[in-house]
């Protein structure tokens, strides 16, 4: 099969760069190739459903920019494609006052990157949200949620509507040859000829820019983001979205309350290592990723950096007290009995060589190939604008 642009993943990345691709550049024929039998198998089926306003972002770095353009993308492809989704607002709550510092210096960030966002009295969260305990807070009204798994069913069905486009599932790319006239790519399924390539394979994505001859500039480590989901009695506990002031030395947000699409409150993601990249049970492991994680000198020099984080994270994920004692901080009234295990999600975590978390979006192009390496959170919001950057880049090549 014979394509001008190949996309390897079916996650909502991949499909976003095939819907503006499509619409940008009509006369490319393009292939989605995808290992799993539906889309938004991994990441973006697993996560939060949250569109993030923006607030947290460095002013001026490829999150910052991306989340904002992009939510504003996907707001307007919601309405138009008749997807359910709910600007909800989101509070988040300095529980002691150790933490307004902090807090304070997230509301002025969203100012940088033009995000409504004010703060707050105790009083009005409890008229926002009556169970959240907190001495202050940041109400951010343009924050909402939308099931993403649905957005990329709609995403995958514009583009293979259109004639020379397909989206192939089942069919894992497992090689990269450069031929004199484009990319021969071999996959589980036989090969597919292209002109150009671009590689969204999320979880395994740095393997996939190896298997197209370049290095990624930092190792994908597979973090684990377990969920409780609230007893139908407790739903009352959250009206929308209630976050706690997060750590700025992690990427991750900490364990907060997100009223989903479907009228779910979910409680969670903690953030602990995941013993395979795909590994999502208490007891999945994959010992090549393992193995792979675990020498890897950066992931090392970050476990030496970070171990008390880590092993108080690993400690709640195996006691559902300790778990419940963190939500408590937020809303004092949850207990163990209003919470039900749901299924996790695994984070793709970029870490460079020295330790470190890679906080932006990291998008690298060869000639042929643009691979993007790290996109963590906010890239399910963020999505249609990453897409929109690749095809331009692609677009200097054509
Ligand atoms: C627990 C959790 C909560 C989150 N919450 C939010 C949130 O509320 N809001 C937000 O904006 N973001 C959130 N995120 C982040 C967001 O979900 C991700 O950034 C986004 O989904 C990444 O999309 P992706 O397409 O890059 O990756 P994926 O969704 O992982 O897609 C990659 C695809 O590539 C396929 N693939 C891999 N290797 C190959 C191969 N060799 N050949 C063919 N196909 C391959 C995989 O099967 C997969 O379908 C969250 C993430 C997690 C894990």
């Not at 991994?42 to 923006?54: D, P």
């Not at 979880?203 to 969920?227: M, N, Q």
Request: glycine letters at 8%; aromatic letters at 6%.
């Amino acid at each position: 099969m014979k394509s001008d642009v190949c996309i390897a993943g079916g996650g909502i990345v991949g499909l976003s760069t095939a819907y503006r691709l499509a619409k940008k550049h009509p006369d490319k024929n393009i292939v989605v190739l995808e290992k799993e039998s539906r889309v938004a198998v991994h990441q973006t089926g697993h996560n939060s459903g949250v569109l993030h306003s923006g607030i947290y972002y460095k002013p001026n770095s490829l999150k910052a920019i991306n989340c904002r353009q992009g939510k504003k993308a996907m707001e307007r492809f919601c309405e138009k494609e008749g997807i359910d989704h709910d600007i909800c607002g989101k509070v988040i709550v300095a529980i002691e006052e150790d933490e307004v510092g902090r807090m304070e210096n997230i509301q002025a960030r969203g100012e940088a990157n033009g995000v409504k966002c004010e703060l707050i009295s105790k009083e009005r969260l409890a008229e926002l949200e009556p169970h959240a305990a907190g001495v202050s807070a940041i109400h951010v009204p343009e924050a909402g949620i939308v099931n993403y798994r649905q957005v990329c069913e709609r995403l995958a069905q514009i583009v293979a509507e259109r004639e020379g486009n397909q989206i192939v599932y089942e069919t894992e790319v497992t090689k990269i040859r450069e031929v004199s006239q484009g990319l021969v790519v071999e996959t589980t399924k036989g090969e597919f000829e292209t002109s150009f390539m671009v590689n969204c394979c999320g979880l395994h994505s740095d393997r996939v820019t190896a298997l197209g001859g370049e290095r990624a500039p930092a190792k994908i480590i597979p973090f684990k983001g377990e969920y409780y989901e609230l007893e139908p009695a407790a739903k009352r506990l959250c009206r929308n979205l209630i976050y706690p002031v997060p750590d700025p030395q992690f990427p991750f947000l900490g364990v907060h309350f997100t009223r989903m699409i479907n009228g779910d409150v979910e409680c969670g993601p903690n953030a602990v290592l995941a013993f395979g990249r795909e590994a999502y049970g208490k007891l999945d492991f994959n010992l090549r990723d393992l193995f792979d994680s675990l020498s890897y000198p950066g992931f090392i020099r970050m476990a030496c950096k970070h171990w008390k984080m880590g092993l108080g994270e690993m400690w709640r994920s195996y006691n559902k007290k300790a778990f419940v004692k963190a939500l408590q901080r937020l809303v004092p009234e949850i207990c163990v009995a209003d919470l039900i295990p749901a299924p996790a999600g695994i984070r793709a975590q970029a870490v460079t060589p020295d330790g470190g978390l890679a906080d932006d979006f990291l998008i690298e192009n060869s000639n042929r190939i643009v691979n993007v390496c790290n996109a963590p959170s906010p890239a399910a919001t963020a999505s249609l604008n990453i897409g929109k950057t690749v095809v331009e880049r692609l677009a200097e090549r054509f």
